[in-house]
């Protein structure tokens, strides 16, 4: 953060895409590789953000952040639960984040997480391919992620704080696409979508309920 503060005196935008993934039950997974997994991911992303609020504030709250990962929903947890531990905990902290900025009055800050609705074309999935070439018909080419991300940056804050979007939901709903057969990875082929069509919401009725405001940072002295 500080070599940007000094080369561009400002920070407009920030994006995390961790990439620590280990897929398997719990049983066939180390503590070592979860706690690997646990600092590169949710860890990771919440040391960033804490080192980029400063500028952000410096800039009189007029910034972005987009973070990598997923909706929250239990099918998610399946077969990688370690794993989802990590990144459904950085979709709680777009959630909260989103939160505070509300909170606090920040209309021009927004948090917003992405994830992708069909499999793209990455380090991730390049063993798969490498074993069954095949399987590329069902990647899309990443340039549908980065032009949801670009949709994402320019749109109103208010419109995505505290979204838990996949990308082609996104441009559907935001950007006016109804066509993604350009982004398939092999031209004529039709991907399968890996998400499902509908996700559950995680609002309650009660959702602006908060009951007596606690914050600690204004009665207890940390330690650490």
């Known amino acids: 953060m500080s070599q940007v503060q000094r080369t561009y005196d400002r920070l407009d935008a920030l ?19 979860f706690q690997l997994m646990q600092q590169v991911n949710p860890e990771g992303l919440y040391a960033t953000i804490q080192a980029a609020l400063p500028l ?14 997923p909706p929250i929903y239990s099918r998610f947890f399946r ?10 905990g950085m979709s709680v902290l777009t959630k909260g984040l989103a ?9 021009d800050m ?30 899309r080419s990443p340039t549908i992620f980065s032009d949801a991300v670009i949709a994402m940056l320019h749109a109103p804050a208010q419109s995505v704080n505290g979204l838990l979007e996949l990308d082609e939901d996104f441009l559907r709903v935001h950007a006016g696409i109804s066509d993604f057969s350009k982004y398939a990875l092999v031209p004529g082929s039709d ?16 959702q602006d309920d908060e009951g007596n405001r606690v914050d600690s940072s204004l009665s207890v002295k940390s330690k650490i």
């Open 56 to 69: 952000f504030g410096e800039n009189n709250w007029r910034a972005r952040i987009i973070v990598v990962s």
């Open 191 to 206: 991907p399968r979508r890996i998400m499902p069509r509908e996700l559950p919401s995680l609002t309650v009725a009660e």
């Open 110 to 139: 927004a948090i917003t997480s992405i994830w992708p609705a069909t499999a793209i074309q990455s380090a991730a999935t390049a063993e798969m391919t490498s074993r069954d070439p095949s399987s590329e018909r069902d990647l």
């Open 15 to 33: 994006i995390y895409n961790s990439g620590a993934i280990w897929w398997a039950s719990v049983e066939k997974t180390p503590v070592k590789r």
């Open 79 to 88: 077969g990688k639960t370690a794993y989802a531990m990590g990144k459904v």
């Open 99 to 107: 939160m505070d900025f509300e909170r606090e009055g920040k209309r």
